[in-house]
C-alpha cells in the first residue's frame, strides 16, 4: 500500500534546558506507527528558547528501507543549509533487487527467517507474547581517532571494518546468560554488485541481504583478529546461499512468521544482528545543515538478544544497542555493550 508523503506525523515536544535522548527513543519506540495510514512521524524537539534543537524522524523498517531513509536525510540536510534555493527531485524507480539476484542464479529461498542450529538460540530472559514487550535502546560512542586507527590496523591486517565489528559481537556474546560457546550473526551486506546487472552505486533502494555467520566454541579465546579473518572468509563463503532470496514469500509464510515472532517463545532464535550501516557523508552526501545524526533502531520481534546498528560520522562512530524486556534485561544489555566497545578500543590500540 502506497502512502503520500504528505501524511507525515508531525509533533512538537518541549523538553526544554535538559534531553535526554535515550529516555525520549524509549517512549516514541513504544508508540505504535500504522505504517498503511502514515509512512514517517516527526517530532520537533524544543529547547529553553523554544528553538529547534533536535527531528526526530520514526519509520518502520516494513514500510521504508534504509537506503530510501537517507534520502530523507540528505534531502532535510540541503532544506538546513539552503531553504530558499534547494529543490527536491523525483528518483527512478529501479527493479526489485531479487530481480537482478535471480538473474545472476541466485533464486528460490521462500522463507524468511534464517535456519539457525539450536547451539546458537539464548535463551530468554522472561517469555513474553508482542503485546507484553517493551523495546530499549541507548547509545556508544567511538571518538574519531578511535576510528582512525582501527581503520590503521585493519587495512595492515587486510581485514574488512564490517569483520571487525562482527568479531566484537562475537567477543561480547560471552556475557549473554544460557551461551554454548556458539555464536550466530546476521549481517546485512550490499548486494548490488551482486545483481545482474549491476545496480549503480547512485540508485537508492533496499539493495541489502543478510549473511549468516556461524563460529563455534573454538573461537571463545581466539583474539579479537584471529576471529575476524574468521568472519571475513565466512562473508565470501556464506554469500551465495545467503543471497538466495525470493521477491515473491507465500502469504502463509509471511503469516505463519509473524506468528512465530509474536509468540512468547523461549529462546532467541535469529542469533545477534550487526548492522553496519556505513559512513553517512559517502552514503547521503555531506552533514551540513545538522551537526549529528543518531540512528536509534527498536526491536520487539524477539528475535535477537540483542541488535547493534552502527553508522560513521565526522563526529566518530556511532554504536546503537537495542533489545527488548522482559526477554533480554538491561543490565545484560549494557554488559554486551561496554564489551562490544572495549574489544574495538583494544583493537584499535593495537591490544586484539
Known amino acids: 500500500m502506497d502512502v503520500p508523503f504528505e501524511k507525515t506525523e508531525i509533533a512538537v515536544h518541549q523538553a526544554g534546558e535538559a534531553f535526554d535522548v535515550e529516555a525520549f527513543y524509549t517512549e516514541i519506540a513504544k508508540q505504535v506507527l500504522d505504517i498503511s495510514t502514515v509512512s514517517w512521524?516527526?517530532?520537533?524537539?524544543?529547547?529553553?528558547?523554544?528553538?529547534?534543537?533536535?527531528?526526530?524522524?520514526?519509520?518502520?523498517?516494513?514500510?521504508?528501507?534504509?537506503?530510501?531513509?537517507?534520502?530523507?536525510?540528505?534531502?532535510?540536510?540541503?532544506?538546513?543549509?539552503e531553504p530558499e534555493t534547494w529543490q527536491t527531485s523525483t528518483l527512478p524507480m529501479t527493479a526489485p533487487v531479487e530481480e537482478g539476484l535471480a538473474a545472476?542464479?541466485?533464486?528460490?529461498?521462500?522463507?524468511?527467517?534464517s535456519s539457525w542450529p539450536?547451539?546458537?538460540?539464548?535463551?530468554?530472559?522472561?517469555p513474553a507474547d508482542s503485546s507484553q514487550r517493551v523495546p530499549y535502546g541507548f547509545l556508544r560512542i567511538l571518538r574519531p581517532e578511535t576510528l582512525s586507527a582501527l581503520h590503521a590496523c585493519l587495512k595492515q591486517n587486510g581485514l574488512h571494518l564490517a569483520s571487525a565489528f562482527g568479531a566484537a559481537a562475537v567477543k561480547a556474546a560471552s556475557v549473554l546468560p544460557g551461551?554454548?560457546?556458539?555464536?550466530?550473526?546476521?549481517?546485512?551486506?550490499?548486494?548490488?554488485?551482486?545483481?545482474l546487472p549491476a545496480i549503480s552505486h547512485?540508485?537508492?533502494?533496499?539493495?541489502?541481504?543478510g549473511i549468516t555467520l556461524l563460529l563455534g566454541p573454538e573461537y571463545r579465546k581466539a583474539d579479537t583478529l584471529e576471529i575476524a579473518r574468521a568472519l571475513q572468509t565466512q562473508f565470501t563463503e556464506h554469500r551465495p546461499p545467503s543471497l538466495l532470496m525470493d521477491a515473491d514469500v507465500p502469504l502463509a509464510v509471511t503469516l505463519a512468521t509473524v506468528d512465530?515472532?509474536?509468540?512468547?517463545?523461549?529462546?532467541?532464535v535469529g542469533g545477534i544482528c550487526v548492522t553496519d550501516v556505513g559512513d553517512l557523508e559517502q552514503l547521503s552526501g555531506r552533514a551540513v545543515g545538522?551537526?549529528?545524526?543518531?540512528?536509534?533502531?527498536?526491536?520487539?520481534?524477539?528475535?535477537?538478544?540483542?541488535?547493534?546498528?552502527?553508522?560513521?560520522?565526522?563526529?566518530?562512530?556511532?554504536?546503537?544497542?537495542?533489545?527488548?524486556?522482559?526477554?533480554?534485561?538491561?543490565?545484560?544489555?549494557?554488559?554486551?555493550?561496554?564489551?562490544?566497545?572495549?574489544?574495538?578500543?583494544?583493537?584499535?590500540?593495537?591490544?586484539?
Open 290 to 352: 545538522y551537526s549529528e545524526l543518531l540512528l536509534m533502531p527498536s526491536q520487539n520481534h524477539g528475535i535477537h538478544p540483542v541488535l547493534v546498528a552502527i553508522v560513521s560520522t565526522a563526529a566518530g562512530v556511532c554504536l546503537s544497542f537495542g533489545y527488548s524486556e522482559p526477554l533480554q534485561t538491561g543490565e545484560t544489555a549494557h554488559a554486551f555493550a561496554d564489551s562490544y566497545v572495549n574489544v574495538l578500543e583494544a583493537l584499535a590500540a593495537g591490544d586484539a
Open 118 to 126: 539450536k547451539e546458537t538460540n539464548w535463551p530468554v530472559n522472561q
Open 104 to 113: 545472476r542464479g541466485f533464486s528460490g529461498d521462500r522463507s524468511i527467517l
Open 260 to 268: 512465530q515472532m509474536s509468540a512468547a517463545n523461549t529462546a532467541f
Open 202 to 209: 547512485d540508485a537508492v533502494g533496499e539493495y541489502v541481504a
Open 179 to 195: 551461551g554454548t560457546g556458539w555464536t550466530g550473526i546476521v549481517a546485512p551486506t550490499d548486494v548490488r554488485d551482486d545483481c
Open 41 to 81: 512521524r516527526a517530532y520537533l524537539v524544543t529547547g529553553q528558547n523554544d528553538e529547534v534543537t533536535w527531528i526526530a524522524l520514526v519509520t518502520n523498517h516494513g514500510g521504508i528501507d534504509g537506503r530510501s531513509a537517507l534520502v530523507i536525510l540528505n534531502d532535510l540536510d540541503h532544506l538546513l543549509q
